[in-house]
């Protein structure tokens, strides 16, 4: 097993960090464009060596779609694809492996639906894992031709892609992914008769159903809440901005935040690239590390003394804490990892709720945090969508290696644990080019020891 052990050092170096380019808002744009006809590269200015995994995956599935619409315009360039062209090519459709790029597997799920084509898109065993049925049943009912090619409701998926699909009203459920949400939204100005979205239930993750259709409207579409619950596109033609640029990631940022936090520092320099203005959902972390500086400072330096042991009752936990540092996460669940370390490492009680969607990520989050922690000694309470900590500690292992389950948020918010522990050994490094492919680059730049 591959592994990165992670050595503080005496004092960070002052430096300058390039943060990687938001995933949210690259992976709409690379749809948006590529629906008004505009390749990757136009939208990228990069290669895809550059990029991480998540965007590159897409940007190739685009690319693969693009050629086979080319192959399909030049077989008959005066017709649409016929029934009968459909069922020869379902024989032979091109596969299409985005790994494990779960946005990948949503976003263009919907965009080869309306794409001249067959296709089959399938991913790792991971992704086979995650489900996909309510977005696959929503497609099939505005007339997409899909089909499951293993277990009903997951990848792989065979899809015959049509240019033609009807839109009008759809219902779907507010809890579920918000990537399905903005999947069908992204496609709505393709549709005949564009679409009426109607949200039911609780809403999760909001901002980024809000910087999609922030970004559809920079492209020229026409798309709006008409209420609380429903979302109305109307059909239009997408055209890329002229001044078209993506912008820092806000979840890469989180990462840094968390270090400055566990070294009260600020040598390192960041914030400069981000956008204060984001429609990116995680820009809230700049609030919930005040926050939690702020709860630090209530709290006193010898906050160590109000911890637990895991025998001791409930009832005597409460006592024995000071205030709980609470936050609901149903608009940003992509911060919870960093953030639930980061409180851990400054001995901070917490209750975070809103994680329902943590379970179906590239790992169960919840329980992947609740497991690593213990290693380093902290006994994390878990419900279906929350996460509390109440000071409860066990004893830590003397040499642990945190597994990172193909996540790439785990290795990134576990490494900076070694400021507080003196070191650690991350599984699976590599993972982190799903999302911020230069991370340890960056970490050594900041005077961090990583030794892989």
Same mark, same amino acid.
């Given at each position: 097993m591959s592994y990165v052990e992670i050595v503080a050092p005496e004092a960070l170096? *002052?430096?300058t960090i390039n943060l990687p380019p938001s995933k949210s808002v690259a992976n709409r744009m690379l749809i948006m464009a590529a629906l008004g006809d505009v390749q990757p590269q136009a939208v990228l200015h990069r290669p895809l060596s550059e990029l991480c995994d998540d965007i590159s995956a897409? $940007?190739?599935?685009?690319? +693969? $779609?693009?050629?086979?619409? *080319?192959?399909e315009r030049t077989s008959d360039s005066k017709q649409s694809l016929s029934d009968s062209k459909q069922t020869d090519s379902k024989q032979s459709p091109s596969v299409v492996d985005i790994g494990a790029a779960g946005t990948a597997m949503r976003f263009g799920t919907a965009f080869l639906s309306v794409t001249l084509g067959n296709y089959i898109i399938t991913g790792t065993e991971r992704i086979r894992q995650r489900?996909?049925?309510?977005?696959?049943?929503?497609?099939?009912?505005l007339g997409a031709d899909i089909e499951y090619v293993g277990e009903d409701g997951f990848p792989p998926l065979h899809i015959v892609g049509n240019t033609n699909l009807r839109g009008g009203q759809l219902t779907l459920k507010g809890n579920v992914s918000s990537q399905f949400i903005s999947a069908l939204l992204m496609i709505a100005p393709t549709l005949k008769g564009g679409l009426t979205l109607t949200l039911e239930g609780d809403i999760v993750s909001r901002p980024y159903i809000d910087l999609t259709l922030a970004l559809m409207k920079q492209f020229?579409? *026409? $798309? %709006?809440?008409?209420?609380e619950r429903a979302i109305h596109i109307e059909p239009s033609e997408l055209t890329p901005p002229a001044d078209l640029a993506i912008e820092a990631d806000w979840t890469a940022a989180s990462y840094w935040y968390e270090i400055e936090a566990l %070294?009260? +520092?600020s040598n390192i320099k960041f914030r400069e690239q981000l956008n204060h203005h984001s429609m990116q959902g995680d820009k809230v972390c700049d609030d919930i590390f005040n926050k939690i500086k702020s709860h630090t400072a209530s709290n006193?330096?010898?906050?160590?003394q109000t911890l637990i042991t895991s025998e001791q009752t409930t009832h005597d936990s409460a006592d024995a804490l000071q205030s709980v540092? %609470?936050?609901d996460f149903t608009r940003c669940p992509d911060l919870a990892q960093t953030i639930v370390v980061t409180c851990c490492m400054l001995d901070v009680p917490f209750r975070f709720t809103g994680l329902q969607t943590l379970r179906i990520k590239e790992t169960d989050r919840i329980e992947a945090l609740s497991t690593e922690l213990a290693k380093l000694g902290y006994v994390l309470q878990t419900a279906e969508s929350t996460i509390c900590w109440d000071g409860s500690r066990c004893t830590p292992q003397p040499n642990p290696i945190i597994d990172t389950y193909h996540d790439h948020r785990m290795a990134m918010a576990f490494a900076p644990c070694a400021l507080k522990l003196k070191h650690i050994c991350i599984a699976d490094p590599d993972v982190v080019t799903k999302s911020y492919p230069t991370y340890w680059h960056d970490l050594r730049a900041a005077g961090i020891i990583c030794r892989k």
């Open positions: 170096n *002052k430096c897409l $940007a190739l599935l685009i690319q +693969t $779609a693009s050629e086979n619409c *080319k192959q489900p996909i049925g309510l977005l696959v049943e929503a497609l099939r009912s020229g579409a *026409k $798309a %709006c809440w008409m209420d %070294c009260n +520092t006193g330096s010898d906050a160590e540092f %609470c936050y």
